[in-house]
Nanobody, 113 residues
Framework: QVQPVESGGGLVQPGGSLKLSCVASGRGFKRDAMGWYRQAPGRQRELVATITTSGDTNYMDSVKGRFAISGEVGKNTVYLQMNSLKPEDTAVYYC???????WGQGTQVTVSS
């Protein structure tokens, strides 16, 4: 199985930037893409961005133009550059393969002045 390990979260002021990193260890699994997800307190986990094995990307509407996903799906490595952060971006951010494997611990992102 694959175990994602996320890093790079922290506390940032509105308008600031953070870059999240993820490495998913494990072998012998199938994945078509990798994605970044987030879960805010009291809300369901939502898909933020995806990147396919061919490098195609997709984003949820609220982060388009502010976030950028990159990495190499074949090497189980993915990043999320987050710019112009807003308080509503505050959440625990997770990465995972698509189809999903077991979830990691995530990394907390807090946007506050």
């Amino acid at each position: 199985q694959v175990q994602p390990v996320e890093s790079g979260g922290g506390l940032v002021q509105p308008g600031g930037s953070l870059k999240l990193s993820c490495v998913a260890s494990g072998r012998g699994f199938k994945r078509d893409a990798m994605g970044w997800y987030r879960q805010a307190p009291g809300r369901q986990r939502e898909l933020v961005a995806t990147i396919t094995t061919s490098g195609d990307t997709n984003y949820m509407d609220s982060v388009k133009g502010r976030f950028a996903i990159s990495g190499e799906v074949g090497k189980n490595t993915v990043y999320l550059q987050m710019n112009s952060l807003k308080p509503e971006d505050t959440a625990v951010y997770y990465c995972n393969t698509i189809p999903n494997n077991p979830w990691g611990q995530g990394t907390q992102v807090t946007v506050s002045s």
